[in-house]
């Protein structure tokens, strides 16, 4: 009888693997499930433009150069120095806006001495790119610059 008794103690001592086992599948269920559902639920949310690959530039730049002026200030007492470069379109237009680099300067540096020192700022600038990209496709009479880069922008 004493031998039965320890016999049974020995089964009670020992640890059920099969609870800890069940609660392991339905756990691994239980998040395989819900990251299904979130995938769904969420995939339609997101906007198709990141599988695009992001713009590659095409190598084609053109140094306009350098340029210092005064910022219209009520003191009258802050200028800015920005070197600034244009994307063309291709080779040949490279090759052309030689001819037209005096008018192309003169556009960028009445563009940048209108500007107050708001429209100066980091905030604006994409803005002041876009202004001086227009402008200088309308001088030149095509659309050969593609975007507008600063290099430098140092206001004091």
Do not use: C, W
């Not at 053109?62 to 600034?84: H, Q, W, Y």
């Not at 001086?132 to 600063?150: E, M, P, Q, T």
């Amino acid at each position: 009888m004493a031998e039965e008794n320890s016999a049974e103690v020995k089964q009670k001592t020992g640890f059920d693997f099969k609870i800890v086992l069940a609660g392991l599948v339905i756990f691994l269920v239980a998040m395989g499930a819900s990251y299904f559902i979130l995938h769904s639920l969420i995939a339609p949310l997101v906007p198709e433009e990141i599988n695009q690959p992001a713009k590659v530039l095409t190598g084609n730049l053109v140094s306009l150069g350098e340029f210092t002026t005064n910022v219209t200030d009520v003191a009258g007492t802050r200028f800015l120095k920005a070197e600034v470069y244009v994307e063309v379109t291709d080779k040949k237009t490279t090759q052309s806006l030689d001819e037209y680099m005096p008018v192309m300067q003169d556009s960028v540096l009445t563009i940048l001495s209108s500007k107050t020192v708001a429209d100066l700022d980091v905030r604006s600038r994409d803005n002041l790119k876009e202004e001086i990209r227009v402008d200088l496709n309308h001088k030149v009479g095509k659309n050969a610059i593609k975007s507008v880069y600063f290099t430098s922008f140092i206001m004091q």
